[in-house]
């Protein structure tokens, strides 16, 4: 069973520019969050899809948006990038019935 | 809202000795507890979870933890660590009919030989 793809693994960008970061969740489950995770202010939700609809957000500016398709892959996308933007992203799965969330690798953007 | 604190950010170790890792949470409705394990330049990956029933939970590479209601408490333990045990340990909660999880600051554990 496959698990949580996020591509890409690395990313660097310039100030103001914009980025896609995508994540394909294992087979079968709809639900798919987005997590920040910085030295500075550890993991931190940004916001959760569940049949492409989004049913919770995280403290995070309008800068960041996401979207889910109907077969359950994700994209968030990040606006006007600022350097402190610089982040790991991870995108975690789960399915119904709490099993826990499957986390993937992350996509390490760096912004410059 | 809930919040999660671990007590201890850096948690020196020898091998072979045993470690615990300190999580207290905070929460005024039922919650989910879980333990993931972070290497370097990867993601997390979950070593136990505790939803309901006996309170103590067995998980991945011979780690436990036991949740303990009245101190909100779900401690991570292993009585024998190995130098592979090198990594960043987060505890984190969910509340029970809630889509989001909440991460304490994390516990970065050095095993040294």
């Known amino acids: 069973k496959a698990g949580v793809t996020q591509t890409p693994r690395y990313l660097i960008k310039t100030r103001g520019q914009q980025v896609t970061l995508s994540c394909s969740p294992i087979s079968g489950h709809r639900s798919v969050s987005w997590y920040q995770q910085t030295p500075g202010q550890g993991l931190q939700f940004l916001f959760e899809?569940?049949?492409?609809?989004?049913?919770n957000k995280g403290n995070f500016p309008g800068r960041f948006s996401g979207r889910q398709f109907s077969n359950s892959r994700s994209e968030m996308n990040v606006s006007t990038l600022e350097l402190g933007d610089s982040a790991l992203y991870l995108c975690?799965?789960?399915?119904?019935?709490?099993?826990?969330?499957?986390f993937g690798s992350g996509t390490r953007l760096t912004v410059v | 809202a809930q919040s999660v604190t671990q007590l201890d950010s850096q948690v020196p170790v020898f091998e072979e000795a045993p470690v615990e890792l300190r999580c207290n949470y905070s929460s005024s409705v039922s919650v989910y507890l879980f333990w993931y394990v972070q290497y370097p330049n990867q993601g997390l990956q979950l070593l136990l979870k505790?939803?309901?029933?006996?309170?103590l939970v067995k998980g991945i590479n011979g780690f436990e933890a036991e949740f303990n209601k009245s101190q909100t408490s779900f401690h991570l333990r292993k009585p024998s660590v190995h130098i592979s045990d090198t990594a960043e340990y987060f505890c984190a909660v969910i509340e029970a009919a809630g889509n989001k999880l909440t991460f304490g600051g994390g516990t970065r554990v050095l095993v040294k030989p």
């Open positions: 505790y939803l309901s029933g006996s309170t």
């Open positions: 899809y569940f049949s492409e609809t989004q049913r």
């Open positions: 975690a799965s789960s399915s119904q019935g709490w099993g826990g969330y499957t």
